[in-house]
């Protein structure tokens, strides 16, 4: 690999970028995800070829938390190392992001959504990153026995001190999003996203009506596991490859993951993206693309030939009615 990294000119060419919310934040289409293959289980030349590629082809926006790795913090660790490396020049064209919300480090203060957590973690997350504030510095899941005044006003604490830019919540449900979009109204908490797990094989956010508020009222939508981690790559059909995640790190998939009904629905669905001229890939991405409240669908790759593939999603983001019907029906109960 050249030493010295110098982006392509052209990066933002052809990128339509995405409005978060209300906010005057632009987002791009594809962001790319830390929480995989940034720890000490990948190389640091992978990775750094990855943020590369990603921000070579206009992808501005970087993923993390305090816990991706493992182990915990070597994600932002190895971000910081390489932001520091290649990116010093480029540090306000990104969007870097990070969260805490679970489990971190022992005892009462280490996990949820505490003032006392929120302040401590974010930070960690600047010393281990290297930086002086992140874009966009999110609550990661609700908790149920925080006050939400107390987890949002520490997030208004971290943007006032400079440490963050922006602030998000994620894995807020519809009621939850309501009431978080209610309070920072009234404390001038600049909430710009929700981010939500969401693909064909997780309609959960859309069916309980979070895409339609944050469509109404903002914030924007980030998507997780636009993929559902590899499944809808359709990769996983003809048994479980050497190089995948389930047989490098099957934390979170697992090889039972993919049972038979799943099987047919995404044989099914790749017969749709066919006709489409896409591959299940493509139009998996692009299916979330499609809604208007989506800012950004979060991509994760182990190689920056999948961030290349997973690009070419952007060709085609428009959907038939009858298209949707077919997706709809496929997806019936997901
Ligand atoms: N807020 C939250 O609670 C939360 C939770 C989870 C994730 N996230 C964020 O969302 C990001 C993305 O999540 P995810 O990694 O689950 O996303 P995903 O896009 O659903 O899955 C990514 C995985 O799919 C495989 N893949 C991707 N493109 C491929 C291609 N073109 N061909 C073949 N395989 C391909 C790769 O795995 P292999 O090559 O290893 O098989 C890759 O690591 C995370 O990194 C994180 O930033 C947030």
Request: aromatic share 10%; with cysteine; charged share 25%.
């Amino acid at each position: 690999m050249k030493e010295e990294y110098i982006a392509r000119d052209d990066r933002y060419e052809g990128v339509t970028y995405r409005r978060a919310g209300r906010s005057g934040l632009l987002l791009p289409p594809l962001s790319l995800g830390f929480w995989h293959n940034f720890g000490t289980v990948g190389t640091l030349e992978n990775m750094r070829q990855m943020m590369r590629t990603a921000f070579d082809h206009g992808i501005t926006s970087f993923d993390l938390a305090n816990n991706y790795g493992p182990p915990y913090g070597e994600a932002e660790k190895n971000c910081g190392r390489i932001l520091a490396m290649d990116f010093a020049p480029y540090r306000d064209e990104l969007i870097i992001t990070s969260k805490a919300g679970y489990d971190m480090w022992p005892g009462p203060y280490g996990n949820w959504g505490s003032r006392k957590y929120l302040i401590a973690s974010a930070d960690q997350s600047l010393k281990r990153l290297g930086l002086d504030y992140v874009d966009i510095f999110y609550h990661h899941r609700p908790d149920p026995n925080t006050p939400l005044e107390e987890t949002m006003d520490a997030l208004l604490q971290i943007v006032q001190s400079g440490k963050a830019i922006y602030a998000g919540i994620s894995n807020y449900n519809k009621e939850q999003t309501q009431a978080a979009v209610k309070y920072a109204k009234k404390i001038h908490l600049p909430l710009v996203v929700n981010q939500k797990r969401m693909s064909l094989l997780d309609q959960k956010t859309r069916r309980e009506g979070t895409v339609e508020f944050c469509r109404k009222n903002g914030p924007g939508l980030v998507i997780f596991s636009p993929l559902a981690q590899g499944l809808l790559t359709g990769k996983y059909l003809k048994g479980v490859p050497e190089d995948s995640r389930v047989a490098r790190d099957s934390r979170y998939l697992h090889r039972d993951d993919l049972t038979e009904e799943k099987r047919c629905v995404i044989t099914a669905l790749a017969q749709v993206a066919k006709e489409r001229g896409q591959t299940l890939t493509e139009m998996s991405l692009a299916f979330l693309l499609h809604e208007p409240a989506v800012s950004s669908v979060i991509i994760g790759a182990s190689s920056p030939s999948q961030i290349t593939e997973n690009l070419k999603a952007l060709e085609n983001t428009d959907f038939s009615e009858e298209e949707l019907n077919k997706i709809y029906e496929i997806t019936k109960g997901y």
